[in-house]
């Protein structure tokens, strides 16, 4: 009897998850929005989905606000074990990632769903070598921002000599091709550098702008989807490695274009939604363009995808190849602007 009893023990310890005896890890993830916008609530959610997977064995702890570091930093964060994830927008660090820099250029996503969708399965296969010092997790872009000012702008020409704070690097290049200056400032830091004449206007998405206090110091909104901004999160490397299979496993489940698109989409709908409520508030004017000042934007931008080729090429991919890439993602997720 007892040799029977005992051999059942075994048997069904044989089958018990190998997670139950995995070492436990808790995951600081780093976020340098405030904690009123909705990506906060959308990470805690992705952990403790992970944490559920995994048998309570991966846990997290989500610090927004910039606590543990700038936002200029988050990469680096992440790549040098200071933080284990990292919210980053590649674009604050001109030339360091000129692959994924496709997706910022102006008119590319109609909205941050089906954009978050195309940018991310896009870029998972250069993800590997670009970002190649961290874990790739995945990829995706806010609802479409547009041009906010202190000082009306309606067609290109008018960015001359104005100072802008723009929300990445290509639209930096395209702030300089316009004749503006380029005013360098992370989101935290984009309403004191209005507030203090630094800047003149800003490239922003819809409702952040009220999270951030940009509302109180502009006035005109150029009511036209302009732009994007793609950011990645990241995992430290050494972190990754370091986990059971079972562990990485539960990881990897949680790192896919589906996770990308439920941890973005909360704030895709909470941007879009900023438009009409920037709208009902007094003071504030929206700059309404013609069909033939929107085409009088797009042609201004072309020249940004040549520079941009330029840059890839440099890098040692083909941009013809990458542009084709991403554009078989936009179609396929129907993502075109």
Known sequence: MRRSVLALLLSLSSVLPAMAQDKPVNLKISLWIPASLPLVPAYTAWGQSMQKASGGTITSTVFPSEQLGKAFDHYDMARD????????????????FPIIALGQIPFTFRDGHSGTQAIDAFYRKYAEKEMKDVHF???????????????????????KGVKVRPAQSTVGQMVTLLGGTNVQASAPESRDAIERGVADAIFFPWNSMF?????????????????????????????????????????????????????????TDFEAAGHERMRQQPGHEFVELSEAQIAEWRASVAPLFDRWAASVKEAGADPAQVAAELKVAIGKYEAAK
């Open 81 to 96: 074990g200071i933080v284990d994830v990292a919210y980053v927008n590649p674009g604050y660090q001109p030339g360091r």
């Open 137 to 159: 997790c995945f990829a995706f872009i806010h609802d479409p921002g547009t041009l906010h000012s202190r000082v009306k702008i309606t067609t290109p020409s008018d960015l």
């Open 211 to 267: 999270n951030f206090g940009i509302d109180k110091v502009v006035k005109y909104h150029l009511d036209v989807p302009l732009y994007t901004s793609v950011f990645v999160t990241v995992m430290n490397k050494a972190k990754y490695d370091a986990m059971s299979p079972a562990q990485k496993k539960v990881v990897d489940d949680h790192c896919t274009t589906e996770w990308a698109e439920k941890v973005a989409g909360p704030w």
